[in-house]
């Protein structure tokens, strides 16, 4: 199977990053996972990516502090914060620290294949503009 791109997910739970880590790379992502925000940099340094998935609520750092560390390495990277706890004081504070958006929890797993799909060229693993691409 081809390589799609390349995820960072980063999820302070181990059955989220086992299970979420077996989808994506059974649809043909490689993907990287961390523990929480300190490792997710230390992977940062030394392994690019396309997309990043951080979860919210972890200790030490939080999502939003993740991104805007990870946003240092990667200033065209895609971060998505994901949660369940669903507030617009959340949502902003992730926005303003550099996530591109935010997934909510349970994450709907066709639709985030659907995202992902979008974002990243299979053949590259680059991501593809979301806006002003040219129609094929």
């Known amino acids: 199977m081809h390589e799609r791109g390349v995820v960072l997910l980063v999820d302070d739970n181990r059955g989220i ?7 994506l790379g059974n649809v043909g992502y490689r993907v990287v ?9 230390d992977v940062a340094r ?3 990516f396309d997309v990043a998935l951080i979860d ?10 993740t991104c805007a560390s990870l946003r240092q390495f ?6 998505f914060i ?15 620290d550099g996530a591109t958006g935010v997934i909510h929890k349970p994450v709907d797993v066709p639709a985030l294949l659907e995202l992902l799909n979008e974002l990243i060229t299979p053949t590259e693993g ?3 503009p979301a806006v002003g ?3 094929g």
């Open 46 to 48: 030394r392994q690019p």
């Open 82 to 96: 994901v949660t369940a706890h669903v507030s617009s004081e959340i949502e902003r504070s992730a926005l303003a």
């Open 133 to 135: 691409r040219a129609a």
């Open 74 to 79: 990667n200033l065209d990277a895609t971060l």
């Open 56 to 65: 919210f609520k972890m200790n030490g750092m939080n999502g939003a502090e």
């Open 33 to 41: 996972v961390a523990a929480n925000g300190s490792e997710a940099v």
């Open 17 to 23: 990053r086992l299970t979420m880590g077996r989808i």
């Open 126 to 128: 680059a991501l593809v």
